[in-house]
C-alpha cells in the first residue's frame, strides 16, 4: 500500500516527522488516487492496455480536479504529499512538478516547518534537473516567509545551497537558483557565507577561503554575494558601481587582487584528485583545470572586481589569464567565459598597456568566440580615441622600449645584455662578457648575481618575439587590403617603428606624390620628392617587366623578404570562372590530408567547422575575411568518397570557392566579377595553399600503399599541370639555379628539374617534389628528413617545397656519395 510505505519513510525521527504525518492524514484521499492511477499505469502496459489507459485518464481527471478545490491548509499538505510521493519505481519516474507548481502559486499561509519539509526532500531527488526543477518550485513558497521564518529553516537553506553547489545543474539554472538561495540566508544572517559559495580546495579561491575563515564579516559576505551573482557577460554599470562600494566596504582591493594573480599564474586542478571540471564528464580522464563550472559565476566575478579596483595593474594578469584559459599551448582545459570575461573586463581599463595587451590577445587567439569578443573589444577602444579599429590596431603596437634599429641593451655587473630583432622571424636575447665574446646563453654570474633581472629579459625577448609574429601576419593580411595611408602617419606607425619597421624596410612600397602617380621604391631607400601618400606594393597591379624587374633586383641584392611579395603569386579571373558565375571550381576534386589542412585553415586564420560522422559534420565550410573585413572566401570541402570509416574523416574532397561582400551585419553572395582583384588574388593564393600542402599528391610515401581508392587521382596530381604557386617556384629557379655548384647539371624542362647525376638522370616535379628516374621513369621515394634545412642556398622567400626540391637535386646530383640502402636499391634497380 502506497500510504503505509509513506507513512514509514516519513518517520524518520527528526523535527519534521509530525509535519510529514500530518500532511499524509489530511490528503489521505490524495495518496489512495495516486496509488490507483500507478495501478491503472502497470496495468496498461499489459493486456488491459486500451482500457486501463482510458480509467488512467480519468484518475488524472479527478486529481486535478480535487486539488483545484483544496483550499490554503489542504493545499500545503497536498504539496508535501506529492513531493514525498514522488520517486522512481520499476517502472516510471512519477515526478509531479506541475500539480505542485500550480498549488504553491496559488495557497497561502506556508509555514516555516513546512518549507523544511520540502526544501530537505527536494536535496534527496536524485537527478540534477530534477533536484533543479523542484528547489526553484520550493524557493516559491520559502520566499513568501518573513525573516522570522527565514531564519527558522536556515539550516535546510544552508543544506539546500550547499547541495545545489555540488549539482550538475546547468549553468544558467544554477546562477539564478544560488541568487535566490543566497538572497533568503542574507535575510536570515547577513554576515553568513553560505558553504560552497567559495570552492574549499581550489587554489585560486585560497585567498578568498583564508579571509573567510580568519575575518569573516558582513560587508565580506555581502561582497561574495554581488560577486556571484554577475550581471552577464558585461556586468551592468549598476553592478560595477555596487561592486566598488562593496569592495570598498569590505575593504577587499587586495583581496580580489590577489585571487587575480592566482587565476593568471596559479596552480591548477588536476582532475584526477578532483574530479572533473564539469558534471557530465566521466572521471577516466586526466587533465588540468583552473575553475569547476560550478564556481565559474565566482571566479568571473572576481576578474571583473579586480578590473574595477585595480585598474592599470589588473591589466598583465588580466592578460595573462585570458591568454592561459584561451589561447594555444595553454597549461590547462580551455574555458571559454573565463577567458571572455578576462577580455571584456580588459577592454574596459582605460590605460594604454591595456590597449596594448588587448593587442597582443588578438594576434595569439584563435578561438572564434573570442576573436569575435577581441574584435568588439578593439572596436570599443578604437571609438574612445575617434579613430578606426584598423587605425587603432596600428596605433598600438608595442615597442617594448626598443631602440629604433629594434634592440634594448642593459648592463649586468660586467655583461652586456642585448635583446635584438635579427630578422623577420628571430629576436635573440645574447650576452656579451668583458673580453668581447658574445653568448647565446646567459653566464653564471649573471645567473647568480642578476636572476629577477634575467627573467625579466627572457620574458621581453619572448614578448617581442610574439609582437614581431603577430605583426608579420598583419602586415602581410595588409596584401589584400589596398589601404593607402598619409607619408607622415605611415612614416611615424610603420617604418620608424622598432618592431613593424624591421618588416616595412624588407618590403616595397609605392608612394604617391603631388602628380597622383604611384612610384614603387626598393626595400629601405627613400623615396624621390616629396611623397604625400603611400600604399603596399602588390604584383597584381604592376606590370609583368616590373614584376620580373623586382625579382630580379630582390635576388641580386640578397633581400630575405619578410613575407614572399616580389615573388607572390598572382591568381587573376579565368575565362572557365567567369563562365560559372559565383563559383571557381579551379581548385575543385582534389584528394587531401584531412587533419593536416584543418590545421593549416586554423593557422591561416580561417574558421571552418570540423568534418565528422554527426548532423552537419559532411559538409566542410572554411571562411576567412579578406580586404578589411569587408569581403569574406568561402572554401567547400567534405570527407573524401568511402571514408566513413572512423569518426573524422582521413581525407577530403576540396569543392568550390566562392565569395561573400559584408552588407551591415550580414553577408551577400557575389559574382567573382565583383570581388576585387587584390582579394581575389590573395584568398584564392590561400586556397592554393591548403591544397598544395595537403594533396595526397605531395605524399612520398603515397605509392607504398597498393592499390589505394585514391591511386589514380596520386598518380595525376603528382606530376600534373602546376599550379599557379609551383609556376612562381620554377620562376625563382631559373634565376638561383645559375648561381648554385650544381648548376651545370641542373636544367629546367617545363613541369621539372632535371637533375644528371652519376648513376641516373631524375626528373623532380616543381609542385610535388615528387621524383622520377629515366629512362623508364620508375618513381624514386625520398623521405624528406623532419626539420628545416641547413639554409646554404639563399632564397628570396621561405618556401618549404622549394627548400625541398633544391635539397633533393644537391642529392640526387652527387648520387654516388649516397648511403641511404633504400635510396640506393631504387636507383641501382633500374640503372
Not at 636572476?451 to 602581410?476: C, F, H, I, N, Y
Amino acid at each position: 500500500m502506497l500510504y503505509e510505505a509513506l507513512a514509514t519513510e516519513s518517520r524518520r525521527t527528526d523535527a519534521l516527522d509530525d509535519v510529514r504525518s500530518a500532511a499524509l492524514d489530511r490528503v489521505r484521499w490524495l495518496v489512495d488516487l495516486l496509488e490507483r492511477q500507478r495501478t491503472e499505469f502497470r496495468q496498461a502496459m499489459g493486456h488491459e492496455r486500451r482500457r486501463s489507459r482510458a480509467a488512467g485518464a480519468a484518475t488524472q481527471a479527478e486529481i486535478d480536479a480535487r486539488l483545484a478545490a483544496c483550499a490554503d491548509e489542504e493545499g500545503r499538505a497536498a504539496v508535501l504529499c506529492l513531493m514525498l510521493a514522488a520517486r522512481f519505481d520499476d517502472l516510471s519516474l512519477w515526478q509531479y512538478d506541475t500539480e505542485i507548481g500550480s498549488l504553491i502559486a496559488r495557497v497561502r499561509g506556508w509555514t516555516p516547518e513546512e518549507v523544511a519539509v520540502m526544501l530537505l526532500r527536494a536535496t534527496e531527488y536524485g537527478m540534477a534537473f530534477w533536484f533543479a526543477d523542484a528547489l526553484g518550485l520550493v524557493l516559491n513558497a520559502a520566499e513568501q516567509l518573513d525573516a522570522d521564518g527565514h531564519r527558522a529553516v536556515l539550516p535546510w537553506l544552508r543544506h539546500a545551497h550547499t547541495e545545489l553547489m555540488d549539482a550538475s545543474v546547468d549553468a544558467g539554472r544554477r546562477t539564478s537558483l544560488g541568487r535566490r538561495l543566497r538572497a533568503l540566508l542574507a535575510s536570515a544572517d547577513e554576515a553568513y557565507i553560505p558553504e560552497g559559495l567559495i570552492p574549499a580546495h581550489a587554489p585560486w579561491a585560497a585567498p578568498l577561503s583564508d579571509r573567510a575563515k580568519t575575518s569573516p564579516s558582513r560587508e565580506l559576505a555581502d561582497l561574495l554575494r554581488h560577486l556571484a551573482n554577475p550581471s552577464g557577460p558585461r556586468p551592468t554599470g549598476k553592478w560595477r558601481r555596487t561592486c566598488i562600494e562593496l569592495a570598498d566596504a569590505a575593504s577587499a582591493w587586495d583581496l580580489v587582487a590577489d585571487v587575480l594573480h592566482a587565476l593568471a599564474e596559479g596552480d591548477p586542478l588536476c582532475s584526477k584528485g578532483s574530479g572533473p571540471h564539469a558534471g557530465w564528464l566521466p572521471g577516466g580522464y586526466h587533465y588540468h583545470y583552473l575553475v569547476h563550472q560550478n564556481h565559474g559565476d565566482l571566479a568571473r566575478g572576481v576578474v571583473w572586481a579586480a578590473a574595477l579596483t585595480a585598474g592599470p595593474a589588473a591589466v598583465p594578469y588580466l592578460a595573462a589569464l585570458a591568454l592561459r584559459t584561451g589561447g594555444p599551448g595553454r597549461d590547462v582545459t580551455e574555458d571559454v567565459k573565463l577567458a571572455s570575461a578576462a577580455i571584456n573586463a580588459l577592454a574596459e581599463v582605460d590605460d594604454p598597456d591595456a590597449l596594448e595587451a588587448l593587442w597582443r590577445l588578438h594576434s595569439r587567439i584563435r578561438h572564434r568566440a573570442l576573436r569575435k569578443q577581441l574584435d568588439t573589444a578593439l572596436v570599443t577602444a578604437a571609438a574612445r580615441q575617434g579613430i578606426t579599429p584598423a587605425q587603432f590596431v596600428e596605433r598600438s603596437v608595442p615597442a617594448h622600449g626598443l631602440a629604433p634599429d629594434g634592440s634594448l641593451e642593459r648592463e649586468l655587473g660586467g655583461y652586456r645584455a642585448r635583446v635584438a630583432i635579427e630578422d623577420a622571424l628571430t629576436v635573440r636575447l645574447t650576452f656579451t662578457g668583458p673580453d668581447g665574446r658574445t653568448s647565446r646563453t646567459a653566464p653564471a654570474a649573471v645567473k647568480d648575481t642578476f636572476p629577477d633581472a634575467l627573467v625579466e629579459l627572457k620574458a621581453l625577448a619572448k614578448s617581442v618575439r610574439d609582437t614581431l609574429s603577430g605583426e608579420r601576419a598583419r602586415v602581410e593580411a595588409l596584401m589584400s587590403a589596398g589601404r593607402e595611408w598619409p607619408y607622415d602617419a605611415w612614416r611615424r606607425h610603420y617604418r620608424d617603428h622598432p618592431v613593424t619597421g624591421l618588416l616595412v624596410r624588407g618590403l616595397i612600397w609605392e608612394f604617391q606624390g603631388a602628380d597622383g602617380v604611384w612610384r614603387a621604391a626598393a626595400p629601405a631607400a627613400e623615396p624621390s620628392g616629396a611623397p604625400r601618400r603611400v600604399r603596399l606594393w602588390h604584383p597584381v597591379r604592376a606590370s609583368q617587366d616590373e614584376v620580373g624587374a623586382w625579382r630580379a633586383r630582390v635576388l641580386a641584392e640578397g633581400l630575405r623578404q619578410p613575407f614572399k611579395q616580389a615573388f607572390r603569386e598572382i591568381y587573376l579571373l579565368t575565362a572557365a570562372e567567369e563562365e560559372t558565375g559565383v563559383y571557381s571550381n579551379r581548385f575543385a576534386a582534389h584528394i587531401v590530408h584531412y587533419r593536416r589542412l584543418y590545421a593549416l585553415f586554423k593557422e591561416r586564420g580561417w574558421q571552418a567547422n570540423f568534418l565528422g560522422r554527426y548532423d552537419g559534420g559532411y559538409d566542410g565550410l572554411a571562411r576567412a575575411e579578406f580586404g578589411d573585413g569587408e569581403w569574406r572566401a568561402c572554401f567547400h570541402h567534405e570527407p573524401a568518397e568511402g571514408d566513413d570509416r572512423h569518426y573524422a574523416p582521413e581525407y577530403a574532397a576540396t569543392d568550390q570557392v566562392r565569395f561573400e561582400r559584408r552588407d551591415g551585419r550580414r553577408w551577400q553572395e557575389v559574382r567573382l566579377d565583383e570581388v576585387p582583384p587584390l582579394v581575389f588574388s590573395e584568398a584564392m593564393r590561400d586556397v592554393d595553399l591548403f591544397v598544395g600542402v595537403t594533396s595526397i599528391a605531395a605524399d612520398p610515401d603515397w605509392t607504398d600503399r597498393g592499390e589505394d581508392r585514391h591511386a589514380a587521382y596520386w598518380r595525376t596530381a603528382t606530376f600534373g599541370e602546376l599550379t599557379t604557386s609551383a609556376q612562381i617556384r620554377r620562376d625563382a629557379l631559373e634565376r638561383i639555379l645559375p648561381r648554385l655548384k650544381i648548376a651545370d647539371r641542373c636544367t629546367l624542362d617545363g613541369r621539372f628539374l632535371v637533375v644528371r647525376g652519376e648513376l641516373r638522370t631524375y626528373r623532380i616535379h616543381l609542385g610535388s617534389a615528387n621524383i622520377l628516374m629515366e629512362p623508364d621513369d620508375s618513381y624514386l621515394c625520398i623521405v624528406p628528413a623532419r626539420g628545416r634545412g641547413d639554409g646554404k642556398v639563399f632564397l628570396p622567400f621561405e618556401d618549404d617545397r622549394l627548400s625541398l626540391v633544391l635539397s633533393k637535386a644537391f642529392l640526387l646530383a652527387a648520387d654516388t656519395k649516397i648511403t641511404d640502402e633504400t635510396i640506393l636499391m631504387q636507383i641501382k634497380r633500374g640503372a
